[in-house]
């Protein structure tokens, strides 16, 4: 069974902050999905990653998918009130668990 | 871009009632999919169909059914609804060629 392992659960920092979020399987993914969700709302694509070693910016959003295609991290820079929300990485229709991120002013 | 439409934001029933919950997308994907959100249990897939008329069971069908009857519109129908179904439901619709899912703004469903 395929499993998607987010960390940290659960994240509160400081506007102006940097913090990186990782999403990690055993399994290998020909693709994997990065999303934001604002409470009371559907997930938001941010980045469809493809290729192993890719990385795709989004402003201060920077994304990694693994050499090997098992893993990919989402990093953020200089954090900001706005960039609050659960984060969700997904792969083959599988989805881990999200990283709650809180960012305070 | 994709974009992915359901009928309500927020729904109130009574336990018994039976709750239509529709969604439509605009880009002529095969797959869409019917999620439930709760807090600490993440998306559980409730069905999905890969064409119209076609459906497959999700991890938590029971209490559900759908309806696929075109191939923009898929449809939750909750015959007798529980308080226990109070959740947000999320539909969402797939891309195939980068194997990736869009989003419905989601509809939050209270079962009084």
């Known amino acids: 069974t395929q499993l998607l392992e987010q960390s940290p659960q659960f994240l509160s920092i400081q506007e102006g902050e940097n913090l990186t979020v990782y999403c990690n399987s055993s399994s290998v993914f020909s693709s994997l999905q990065w999303y934001r969700q604002e409470p009371g709302e559907g997930p938001v694509l941010l980045v469809t990653?493809?290729?192993?070693?890719e990385v795709k910016k989004l402003k201060r959003l920077t994304f990694q998918f693994g050499d090997a295609r098992k893993d990919s991290s989402l990093h953020i820079t200089a954090a900001q009130p706005g960039d609050t929300g659960l984060y969700l990485c997904a792969g083959a229709r599988i989805f881990g668990q999200g990283t709650e991120l809180s960012v305070k002013p | 871009d994709v974009k992915v439409t359901q009928s309500s934001r927020y729904l109130v029933k009574r336990t018994g009632e039976k709750v239509f919950l529709e969604c439509v997308q605009d880009?002529?994907?095969?797959?869409m999919f019917w999620y439930r959100q709760d807090p600490g249990l993440g998306l559980r897939l409730i069905y999905f169909s890969y064409d119209v008329k076609m459906k497959e069971k999700g991890d938590i069908p029971e209490g559900y059914s759908v309806s696929r009857e075109k191939k923009e519109r898929f449809s939750l129908i909750l015959e007798s609804a529980s308080t226990n179904q109070t959740s947000m439901y999320l539909c969402a619709s797939l891309r195939l060629s980068t194997d990736t899912q869009y989003f419905g703004p989601g509809t939050r469903l209270t079962v009084l």
């Open positions: 880009m002529d994907h095969e797959n």
């Open positions: 990653v493809v290729t192993g070693g």
